[in-house]
């Protein structure tokens, strides 16, 4: 063989072991579909549980320590305006009728003949009228005492009731002889148009 001959083999026996593996190289094992699948959804959960939680729309139901505030339905919106304060009775209503911030609603009512007395609803930066609750339950309106996508806040009655029965969900027994008396509340953010 000539010279040039052997250098032409040789470069084509290196051009082949550089071409050629030279063994089996670590391999990563393939990520199935439904282990991304399930690792996509324990993260979306994660991060909807934690909004939930920071935001306090997670709380649906009333409990005695925070009861819940409901909503005045739709159909009702005008003769719930009733209790509202005449100065901002317009912008309320219309408000609510747009379904970009409702109102809410309770009742109150006295526990035993020698109940009642004079109360007002404070709900943030709203001061309903002063309601004299005597014989029959009386339903008020107020707007949520915080912006209605947080879902929690709180009422405050105000002036001179005893045994006075404040429904909410569930409902209350309040007394204001000795103050103020505050009830934190949390509503259910999901029906902005009052169900």
Request: proline share 8%.
């Amino acid at each position: 063989m000539s010279n040039t001959e052997h250098q032409t083999q040789a470069q084509v026996k290196g051009a082949e072991s550089k071409a050629a593996p030279s063994g089996p190289g670590p391999s990563k094992p393939a990520l199935s579909p439904s282990v991304i699948a399930l690792a996509g959804g324990v993260v979306a959960a994660g991060a909807i549980a934690g909004f939930l939680l920071l935001s306090g729309g997670g709380e649906t139901a009333g409990t005695v320590e925070r009861p819940a505030l409901n909503l005045v339905k739709t159909s009702e919106i005008d003769k719930a305006a009733e209790t509202l304060v005449p100065e901002e009775k317009e912008k309320l209503v219309s408000q609510a009728k747009a379904c970009t911030a409702p109102l809410g609603n309770m009742r109150l009512s006295k526990m035993t003949a020698n109940a009642g007395g004079v109360v007002r609803i404070r709900a943030g930066n709203y001061l309903s009228p002063a309601f004299n609750v005597a014989e029959g339950p009386i339903n008020i309106a107020v707007p949520f005492p915080a912006p209605y996508e947080v879902g929690k806040g709180e009422i405050v009655v105000e002036g001179a009731a005893k045994d006075v029965y404040f429904e909410l969900t569930p409902g209350l027994k309040i007394d204001t002889t000795g103050g103020v008396q505050r009830i934190p509340v949390i509503w259910n953010t999901s029906k902005p148009c009052g169900g």
